[in-house]
């Protein structure tokens, strides 16, 4: 949702908390961390590359 302050948002997160401690759900992985790294692979190549590296400098 769309927050218009740092006093709207805050109310928003601690609505969302007070909704998910009243029924709460156990977060299971579904993938290994080899599997995310993976997916994550091609937006992360564009931030660590060659001419970031202490090489590259």
Do not use: C
């Amino acid at each position: 949702s769309v927050h218009r302050s740092v006093a709207e948002l805050t109310r928003g997160i601690k609505e969302w908390t007070d909704n998910w401690n009243e029924n709460p759900k156990p977060f299971i992985w579904t993938k290994s961390a080899d599997e995310i790294f993976a997916s994550m692979q091609k937006y992360l190549e564009p931030i660590v590359s060659p001419q970031t590296s202490e090489e590259g400098h």
